[in-house]
């Protein structure tokens, strides 16, 4: 069964430092979404990308985050300058249509810890 | 404000007992409603999806209501096994948009 697929799995770094989280989403699926989840928390949006663009973000996603579909096939979230607070778990989603009429899959997570 | 909230927070029951987990949301237009069961340290996965048309919905042994008059949707699991402990989240998608609200969940406890 395909799935979302994300690397790493768990990253340690420094306050301050840049990270780039890696996704690779179902093939077939057009619409792309980075969620995160701090520890004991909810669950909340960060971006939604279509057609080589972000087509909504919220927030929480500010100049410190970006996203990018370098090839066919990886959907990346880069976070600069990290902070503490960005210590989370950061889920990648993909779906065939929008979320109004579609299925959302998500991976099975990367652990950012920030020291 | 867009708030979706889950009861009981937490849920100890035995193996082969049937349970009922409530969500009540504010979220205004919606488009769906969805129920996800997320394992510890793991990404959510969808039980079920409803549009706001929808009365009942079901995967197995999961049954999931929606009464959009009240707001308010429950998750009904049959005969629970071992395997079910885990958390089980209402998100609502907010209509024209494409923002998932999620609840807190309900964390399920299934044992022998």
């Known amino acids: 069964e395909p799935e979302v697929t994300q690397t790493p799995s768990h990253q340690v770094t420094q306050m301050g430092q840049e990270v780039i989280l890696r996704c690779v989403p179902i093939s077939n699926h057009l619409y792309f979404y980075w969620y995160r989840q701090i520890l004991g928390q909810k669950v909340e949006f960060l971006v939604s990308f279509y057609n080589n663009e972000i087509s909504e973000k919220s927030e929480i996603f500010d100049d410190q985050f970006s996203v990018e579909r370098p090839d066919g096939s990886n959907f990346t979230l880069k976070i600069r300058s990290t902070k503490l607070e960005d210590s989370a778990m950061y889920f990648c989603?993909?779906?065939?249509?929008?979320?109004?009429?579609?299925?959302?899959?998500f991976g099975e997570g990367s652990r950012l810890t920030v020291l | 404000k867009n708030q979706v909230e889950q009861s009981p927070q937490s849920l100890i029951i035995l193996e082969g007992k049937n349970c009922t987990l409530q969500?009540?949301?504010?979220?205004?237009?919606?488009?769906?409603l969805r129920w996800y069961k997320q394992d510890t340290g793991r990404g959510p996965v969808s039980l079920t999806i409803m549009t706001f048309s929808e009365n009942t919905k079901s995967n197995g042994r999961y049954t999931a209501t929606l009464d959009a008059d009240t707001k308010q949707s429950s998750l009904h699991i049959t005969a629970s096994q071992l395997s079910d402990s885990a958390s089980y989240i209402c998100v609502v998608t907010l209509y024209n948009t494409d923002k998932l609200i999620f609840g807190t969940g309900t964390r399920l406890q299934v044992f022998p």
């Open positions: 969500c009540n949301y504010t979220v205004s237009p919606f488009s769906n």
């Open positions: 989603a993909s779906s065939l249509t929008t979320p109004d009429t579609g299925e959302l899959f």
